[in-house]
């Protein structure tokens, strides 16, 4: 049962550009939202997160968007940049029972040309 | 400050044979995560310990056994390996209370022939 879905598996950007993975779930007890970001041969790194109380949140050229009633959200890059090729994780988490585990997405392999 | 440090990086097993990996962290966190990561499968919780002396199962536990040795680390022992365990392998921490976000370490890559 795979309780995050991600997608596209994979994306090509031009350098400029606006690249856009979704995410959506089914557990409506998942009250954290956060995005991983995993260069080759790295461990994950959070990048971004959001809590269900807010509809947006924005750091730098990230934002997600995080739609409650649809239990879909996105992750937005703007003006992406070659540096920005990595792969993204999705994931989500509650803080009741499951001890604030992560459930992640299958991933998106970003690569922003030149 | 090393943040979350694993040995080995890179191993290389016959299938039965036994390993143990090791993950330590300096950053007094209180929960630690083993994780497995597969092409087109993202990460996949193995086995997590809320604090010392506990653990629990994830998502995939079997052919795996952990032991939270104390505060500082966290090792996830292969007692018979499989080639279906080939995979790289992040072990990730939280500090205590009502935060969410986990600190992974550079990962193990696992080959089993």
Same mark, same amino acid.
């Given at each position: 049962?795979?309780?995050?879905? !991600?997608?596209?598996?994979?994306?090509?950007?031009?350098?400029?550009?606006?690249?856009?993975?979704?995410?959506?779930?089914?557990?409506?007890?998942?009250?954290?939202?956060?995005?991983? !970001?995993?260069?080759?041969?790295?461990?994950?790194?959070?990048?971004?997160?959001?809590?269900?109380?807010?509809?947006?949140?924005?750091?730098?050229?990230?934002?997600? @968007?995080? %739609?409650?009633?649809?239990?879909?959200?996105?992750?937005?890059?703007?003006?992406?940049?070659?540096?920005?090729?990595?792969?993204?994780?999705?994931?989500?988490? %509650? @803080?009741?029972?499951? %001890?604030?585990?992560?459930?992640?997405?299958?991933?998106?392999?970003?690569?922003?040309?030149? | 400050?090393?943040? +979350?440090?694993?040995?080995?990086?890179?191993?290389?097993?016959?299938?039965?044979?036994?390993?143990?990996?090791?993950?330590?962290?300096?950053?007094?966190?209180?929960?630690?995560?083993?994780?497995?990561?597969?092409?087109?499968?993202?990460? /996949?919780?193995?086995?997590?310990?809320?604090?010392?002396?506990?653990?629990?199962?994830?998502?995939?536990?079997?052919?795996?056994? +952990?032991?939270?040795?104390?505060?500082?680390?966290?090792?996830? /022992?292969?007692?018979?390996?499989?080639?279906?365990?080939?995979? +790289?392998?992040?072990?990730?921490?939280? /500090?205590?209370?009502?935060?969410?976000?986990?600190?992974?370490?550079?990962?193990? /890559?696992?080959?089993?022939?």
């Amino acid at each position: 049962q795979q309780q995050v879905k !991600q997608s596209p598996q994979s994306l090509i950007v031009q350098k400029g550009g606006i690249s856009i993975i979704n995410c959506a779930y089914e557990n409506t007890a998942f009250d954290y939202f956060p995005w991983y !970001q995993q260069f080759p041969g790295k461990g994950p790194a959070l990048l971004i997160a959001i809590r269900p109380d807010v509809s947006e949140k924005k750091e730098g050229r990230f934002t997600i @968007s995080f %739609n409650k009633s649809a239990k879909q959200f996105s992750l937005h890059i703007m003006d992406s940049q070659p540096g920005d090729s990595a792969t993204y994780f999705c994931a989500a988490s %509650n @803080s009741g029972g499951s %001890n604030y585990k992560l459930t992640f997405g299958k991933g998106t392999l970003l690569t922003v040309n030149p | 400050n090393a943040g +979350v440090t694993q040995t080995p990086k890179f191993q290389v097993l016959k299938t039965g044979q036994s390993m143990t990996l090791q993950c330590a962290q300096d950053m007094n966190h209180n929960s630690m995560y083993w994780y497995r990561q597969d092409p087109g499968m993202g990460l /996949r919780l193995i086995y997590y310990s809320a604090s010392e002396g506990t653990t629990d199962k994830g998502e995939v536990p079997n052919g795996y056994n +952990v032991s939270r040795l104390n505060k500082r680390e966290f090792s996830l /022992r292969l007692e018979s390996a499989a080639p279906s365990q080939t995979s +790289v392998y992040f072990c990730a921490t939280r /500090r205590q209370g009502n935060t969410y976000e986990q600190y992974f370490g550079p990962g193990t /890559r696992l080959t089993v022939t």
